[in-house]
């Protein structure tokens, strides 16, 4: 089994995904992060191998998540572009990076409008998951799956289409 940090180290951009999704600012992103790594750290030893690693963590940090957005349930407010590290590596021109986080901001909004069980579906859809791995961790059918993402990414592409954008 691996140590703690470097399962946090790789595991990042999924615990990343899943905190901005369910945060409308830089310290509740903070305070959720913080909650997902205990979390984890706790629930390691429990780990028993029965499924990949990364399905687990997705299911732990996601529980953390709903659990944390239904304590902190707060008025949502208009995120602020500054408040949050988007980590661009690439060395793009300036303007296209500036595009692309303007690009990831409105598909987080976006996101953020969605009930829980649909953010958590269309992230796992976003980070590649296939629908057997997506239904393992969401405790649904494969086929409820396949049909349920269907439907928030019209969802989605309607909300999208309202803030002005027909395809990010």
């Not at 796992?124 to 269907?150: C, F, P």
């Amino acid at each position: 089994m691996e140590d703690f940090k470097s399962v946090i180290d790789k595991y990042y951009p999924l615990l990343y995904k899943i905190g901005r999704s369910f945060t409308n600012n830089k310290a509740d992103f903070d305070d959720l992060y913080q909650e997902m790594l205990i979390q984890v750290y706790h629930s390691m030893k429990q780990f028993k191998g029965k499924s990949k690693m990364s399905t687990w963590i997705y299911r732990v940090a996601l529980n953390s998540a709903i659990s944390y957005s239904r304590k902190h349930k707060r008025k949502e407010r208009e995120i602020s572009r500054d408040n949050f590290n988007l980590h661009e590596n690439s060395s793009d021109e300036k303007n296209d990076v500036n595009e692309r986080e303007k690009k990831i901001e409105l598909l987080y909004e976006s996101i953020n409008e969605l009930k829980k069980d649909e953010r958590a579906l269309i992230l796992l859809h976003l980070e590649g998951k296939q629908y057997d791995e997506i239904a393992e961790i969401m405790g649904i059918s494969r086929t409820n799956t396949g049909v349920k993402i269907m439907r928030i990414r019209k969802k989605l592409q309607r909300i999208l289409t309202k803030k002005g954008y027909e395809r990010i």
